[in-house]
């Protein structure tokens, strides 16, 4: 057989519909699925190797299996779509052109790990995108493909009930153990893991949270089984990703590709190369929590996990940000230093205070005020950040901020030196002057 590129966006006109989705063999593919048991079922998609496109990259078959079996508490499917990293804009792709998908692969984890309800929790500010991909699950239960009529149309005793929950616009929300508190109708706060989702997910009852894309994978590894999708992109990561291109290129948009593509080639062949044909400064491979390359390490780097840890960093969303030489590196850390202070939820004291620090001296830095001393102090910072945490928005605020400081040490170095204003000793007492007072001093 040979092996198809695209398996989440087709260029089909109209495949959100239900009728042409069905016509080119939508829910055929579940159909399939339950002729096997449901363990063969979780079994295939251990075997194609797919990796969790929410960010971690974990295994998705292998989370499977950790959900208990048997039916003596309800058990639920987390389909996560909060999709608020900057920088990723790929599930959204998804509720717009492909909603079906989802819903069937949807049923088949359902199936697979015994799960009789399921809620797709999407991003508040997607209005559209909430809206489409309520329409699609309309149809889709009018038609019977969802819910206890599922039980007629597929002759089979399992069924699911799928429901859409809107967030309120955190970032938070989108982590795995807050999304299940914001979908039990609590307030987004993540909590330490053990337990993990399996053991207590929403209402405290056992739960797999897998993000958009994952879920919309999994008919097409049915279809091809599971042998043609593990030959696709590199070994380790295998598949298609969804890679959302953003920045200074000449043609932004989301692209299906298999993992391993060269990132030049996304950025010079896909995107049709940077804006003014300028060189890169840097590019930030998997949204904007994944630390940085510079533009004269691009070349030959592979995106997928294995090979973008080579480089110190991770394929993350496959949310590409191209910077050109023109960009203002300590200005982009500034602003993404101020993204997470901002999303922070302040629970524990290394990410809710560090986080402020990070950005306070990030403004320094950019305002002149800074030393060198000050960027070992960012580094200082960042390290006792990740890892210390209750959950990855700290490791997410850590690495770029560590990513930009050291490998364009010398950009910061210049803001410090070549920007630094001279700031004189005060009058009162020795007590530092403020950028306002100096310019009052000067005028
Ligand atoms: C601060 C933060 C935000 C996150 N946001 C998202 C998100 O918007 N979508 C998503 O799928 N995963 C997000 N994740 C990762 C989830 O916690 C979880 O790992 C993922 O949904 C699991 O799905 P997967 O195994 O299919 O990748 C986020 C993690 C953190 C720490
Ligand atoms: S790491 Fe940050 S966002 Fe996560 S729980 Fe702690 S304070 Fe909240």
Redesign the pocket.
Known sequence: MSVPQNLLLHDIPDYHKLDVYISNGGYDIYRKAIKMTPDEVTNEVKKSGL????????P?GL?WTFMPKGNDKPKYL?V??????PG?FK?RQIFERNPHQLIEGILIAGYAMGINAAYIYI?GEYHKWIKLMQKALDDAYVKGFVGKKMKDTFGNNYFIDIYIHKGAGA?????????MVSIGGDRGY?RYKPPFPAQRGIWDMPTT???????TTVPAIMKIGADTYSKIGTPGHPGTLLFGVSGHVKKPGVHELPTGTLLSDIIYNYCGGVRNDKKIKAVIPGGS?TPPLRGDEIEGVKMDEESLKAFGTHIG?GGIIVMDEDTDVVKVTLRIAHFYHH?SCGQCTPCREGCGWMENILKRVAAGEATSHDLDMLITVANNIEGNTI???G??AAWPVRGFVTKFREDFEKAVKEKRTYIPPNIVHGRRNTSEELTTIAS
Not at 80 to 85: A, F, K, L
Request: aromatic share 4%; proline share 2%.
């Open positions: 990796r969790g496109r929410g960010g971690a990259a974990f998705t989370k987390a996560n779509g909060d999709e608020s990293e990723s599930d991003r970032y938070i929300c989108g982590e795995e153990t807050s999304l993540p949270v897998n993000n958009v894309e994952t879920i929590s969303t999303e959950c990855a928005l490791d997410a």
